[in-house]
């Protein structure tokens, strides 16, 4: 398994794989979107690949004042081979290499198996923030982020 950086032409590859393989949908998740993330900072969306396949992804973002980790996602056929972890600590050693000071993770409350991953990777629960969303555009089904 390798781990690299995104490219413009992984858009739709990158939309199957979360269909597939994501906990849920994101506001963002159409072509506009990914392609639009993958035009302002390829870097930041971190792509596992075995044999040429995708086998996870982590989007890695840093806004310049925090590091932010969303769609963490690996193939269920391909969970419990340490990805999830080896994404993590990608993400992580980009956001140290920006001088990125904390990470924060997005974790869908129903989704207890990455509760799971990110507690044995040494993230928690933050009692004392609450995220607060306000959709600037509709949103359509389950959407999130």
Same mark, same amino acid.
């Given at each position: 398994?390798?781990?690299?950086?995104?490219?413009?032409?992984?858009?739709?590859?990158?939309? #199957?794989?979360?269909?597939?393989? #994501?906990?849920?949908?994101?506001?963002?998740?159409?072509?506009?979107?990914?392609?639009?993330?993958?035009?302002?900072?390829?870097? /930041?969306?971190?792509?596992?690949?075995?044999?040429?396949?995708?086998?996870?992804?982590?989007? #890695?973002?840093?806004?310049?004042?925090?590091?932010?980790? +969303?769609?963490?996602?690996? /193939?269920?056929?391909?969970?419990?081979?340490?990805?999830?972890?080896?994404?993590?600590?990608? #993400?992580?050693?980009?956001?140290?290499?920006?001088?990125?000071?904390?990470?924060?993770?997005?974790?869908?409350?129903?989704?207890?198996?990455?509760?799971?991953?990110?507690?044995?990777?040494? +993230?928690?629960?933050?009692?004392?923030?609450?995220?607060?969303?306000?959709?600037?555009?509709?949103?359509?089904?389950?959407?999130?982020?």
């Amino acid at each position: 398994m390798k781990i690299r950086a995104g490219r413009l032409d992984d858009a739709e590859r990158l939309l #199957a794989f979360w269909s597939a393989s #994501a906990h849920g949908r994101s506001v963002s998740d159409d072509l506009a979107g990914v392609t639009r993330l993958l035009r302002h900072d390829p870097e /930041s969306v971190l792509i596992a690949e075995s044999g040429g396949t995708v086998v996870g992804t982590v989007i #890695a973002a840093w806004d310049g004042w925090r590091c932010h980790i +969303y769609r963490l996602a690996v /193939s269920p056929d391909h969970r419990r081979q340490g990805i999830g972890r080896a994404l993590l600590a990608a #993400a992580e050693e980009r956001f140290v290499e920006l001088g990125g000071r904390r990470s924060d993770a997005m974790v869908d409350d129903g989704n207890p198996g990455a509760h799971e991953l990110y507690r044995t990777a040494g +993230y928690m629960p933050d009692s004392s923030w609450t995220r607060w969303v306000r959709p600037l555009v509709p949103a359509a089904g389950n959407a999130r982020d």
